[in-house]
């Protein structure tokens, strides 16, 4: 039996059951199913009545925290992973996740070596005789789609699909191909229809298109990315100082 205080006031004991819920809900109780069982097991397992319990789902319906989904129940809101990227940072996916303390994970849309189109000839460059490995990756954080990644990286730095894991870095840093610096670009797109289903969002929502190009310390282009990140789960974010250009003309 799920722990509610038992001798509460009527008028409050709704809210103590919401109070319970809710903790339940963060313990990960529901976690496997996102469905909150029956009214009447529900109702048995919190020793409340069926009334004082469906009052406490209004109010957490009320809240965002449970959904009714029609003909199929009511079922936990996942919170949405937020995320602060640094601007200024070069790090992978992976290593991003596992500081933020989510479980990083990804759905392999594509991935071989293939004759480069003009575009990943000329960002990566590399002849268009040359092959390319590429890995098109569908990234998630603790289950959530966060993002939608196409990487192409020259057969020089990797030559055998297979030797890429979970973690493109991770990859390159075990050749010492790991990229040192990058240039970025970052601009608002609308989500193609098959990519917001993946993403797992509306059709046509927004999103921040990136583009990354990385290169190893002689200079040399190692990576050439082009990415969805949903815009509901993150922020990147730049830090600025005072250019000491700007500094002297104050003065
Ligand atoms: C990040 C990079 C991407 C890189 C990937 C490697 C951005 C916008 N993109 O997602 O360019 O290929 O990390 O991640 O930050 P991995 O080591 O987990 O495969």
Known sequence: MIMAEAEQPRLTLYRSICETL?????DGR???????????ELSQLLDVSRTTLRRAIMQLVEEGVLYHRHGAGT?????LPHVDQPMSRLTGFTEDMRLRGFVAGSRELERGMFPPSPEEAMMLGVGPNETIFRLSRLRLASEVPMAIEHTVVPQRYISDPRTVGASLYDALEARNFKP?????RLRA??????????????????VLYIQRLAYLADGRCVEFTRSYYRADTYDFVSKLTLSPVTRKHRN
Request: hydrophobic letters at 45%.
């Open 189 to 206: 797109t609308l989500l193609t229809d098959s990519d917001a289903v993946l993403l797992g969002v509306e059709p046509k929502s927004p």
């Open 75 to 79: 079922f936990v809101r996942r919170a």
């Open 180 to 184: 040192v610096r990058a240039l970025q």
């Open 22 to 26: 809710k903790r339940e809900i963060a």
């Open 30 to 40: 529901f976690a496997d199913t996102e469905i909150l069982p029956g009214e009447r």
